[in-house]
């Protein structure tokens, strides 16, 4: 026995494996020069992010607490601002006030001082007047803010306003005259509440509004007293209550005396003080020690000093103007502070504007460079994508020499920051894949030269036993020895289109092409002579027509393809129907129909992708080679093909061919049926269909 020889390996299988390890080893370097840089990115905070973004995130925390305390602090002023707004309008409000209450005074006088009383006519007017100004007064009432303190005066004023016209109808019933005035002086002294609301403020204000408050109480007081001691010297008795009550009205005056000489400013502290000092002053203290000592009204009477009713009247008129400019000096002040605030308010508003702008500006300055440099390289890396990549694919796959420009680096690198390493390393990459892509391309014409050559061989053994079995059935005389000679002539033909196949795969003719055009009829029995079955190929109508020359055996093994899918998916009982129409536009549908096992949606979806040329894996390319060959002839002549299931079974295979490959035929249109021929078998006589 002679030993069995191994086969010698081929050199080209050698060097392509050579060839992968050398790859391997360079991929292996580029990751290590790749790994600081990647390391580097990797390490940055918010990956994914661009560089605008991760600057406004390094600048959001100090910039939201900037944003915090300016906002607090113009919130502070804004309320400050609300405020002055609220006491400005809380004085106006005192200032009205204050008109009530003389408006009061002076009808209290009219009531109950002898001295003061006049006729019913002039008694109805001082009415109308102080209801005039209790409306004014309500109103301002009713627009203040509704704090605390201000809802429970407001309804006290509303109470006391109810009392004042029971009170009217008591003075008008012919109440005591001690009655009436005690009950005018307790709704002065609850209007005259509205004052001590100013002196709820802050600051200057606050002083300012207390000392307001004082002044009123103090001029409330003295108008009281004359009314009281005008009555007693009317009677010539002063009851004990009336006595105790001026004696406190008294002991008023003097804690509201001191306690504004202690807020009040210089000017106003000088003004009271000369007020205080006055001859008229000095009378009512001697009065107010007539009532001390007084034990009787006719002690009373003779105590008194003279002109001690004009002094009061007088004092409380210098009291009274003393008020209004404490008021205009407290309504003043109040929008002096508001606008102060206001002003506050804008300039905080535009210093934290102001630093917001900055850290942008200065956010926009620090990433403007950078996101240059990114720009730059981004499009670097678009331009080599979509421009410099193709045309090195193309250049490659059709085995041209590459332009000198494609051979050295996309990047010009300058710099030796972190963005200049990535440019090298981008050059270095791209190198490596115009290497890369040019070994692929050698390795890749390797193979399809294999392929090739080991094609054409079959096919030239496969066409020798073609010639072989067709001498064979020219001398066979026996019926059963030649249909079986026939179906050996067939699987021959499926071997040869097996052959084609990897010539198309390859990228190569599977036959030279024809010089003279092909009609339809040939085309569809020439197709159908290539598979087994081929007698259960039934064709409908079909158009007189020709196809051009160069793409007839393209198109015979296109449609050989779809027929043998239908052929070998459906019952041997059924037959395949092959049809063909002209389209409006000009382009032929042939239609190949079975009524076999049908196809899913998962399988359309594959065999429509395999159609459109998206890669397969291999072992999917080899188990559907037939729609892939028949996916790289449509490509090849611009003819589109379709899958759909048929109704109510099978499949339909649509062939639409565009107005290129088609050529009228100079006879007149005519449709041809019938079933194919056994191959290598004289043509019988057809009739149109």
Known sequence: MSPVRAHPRPQGSDRARRGRRTDRRRAAALRSRLRPVTSRLAALPGRGLHVPTRMAIVLSVPLLAALVLAGLRISDAVDAADTSRDLRDIAATARSGSALIRALADERDRAVDPRARHSAAATAGARRRTDRDAAVFSGKLDGLPAAAGMRRHRSAVVAALKRLRELRRAHDDGAPPSTVQSGYGAVILTVAGVHNQVGSAEGDLQSSGWTLYNLALDTAMLQGQRANLSLAVAKKDMSAGSRGNYLAAQLVRDTTGREFTYFADRSETARFDRIAGSAASRRIAAAASAVERADDGRSLVAGLPKGWYEAMTKVGEDLTRLQDDVERHVVRAAEEQRVRARHTVVTDCLVAAGILLAAMLIAHLSSRGLVRGLKRLSASASE??????????????????????????????????????????????????????????????????????????????????????SDLESEELDPAKLARLFRVDHLAVRIRRNSENLLVIAGADACPRRTGDMDLVSVLRAAACAIEGYERVAYGPVPEVELAGFAAHDVVHLVSELLDNAVSFSSPATEVDVCGTRLPDGRLLLEIRDQGIGITGAEL??????????????????????????????RRHG?????????????????????????????????????????HTPPAPEQPG
Do not use: C, K
């Open 639 to 679: 003819v589109d093909v379709r899958l759909r299931s048929g109704a109510p079974a099978g499949t339909v295979a649509a062939v639409i061919l565009p107005p290129g490959l088609l050529v009228e035929p100079p006879a007149a249109p005519a449709e041809w049926t019938g079933r194919p021929r056994p191959p």
């Open 384 to 469: 080599v994508a979509e421009q410099r990549l193709p045309v090195v694919t193309r250049h490659l796959s059709n085995g041209t020499p590459l332009p000198a420009e494609l051979e050295s680096g996309v990047l010009s690198v300058r710099s030796r920051e972190e963005l200049g390493e990535v440019a090298r390393a981008f050059n270095h990459v791209y190198l490596e894949a115009v290497r890369l892509g040019r070994e692929q391309a050698r390795l890749r014409e390797e193979v399809n030269s294999a392929f090739r050559s080991l094609s054409w061989r079959n096919t030239n053994l496969v066409e020798r036993q073609l010639t072989l079995i």
């Open 605 to 634: 979806h594959r065999a429509t992708m395999l159609l459109r040329g998206s890669r397969t894996s291999s072992a999917d390319a080899a188990r559907t080679m037939g729609l892939h060959v028949v996916g790289v002839l449509a």
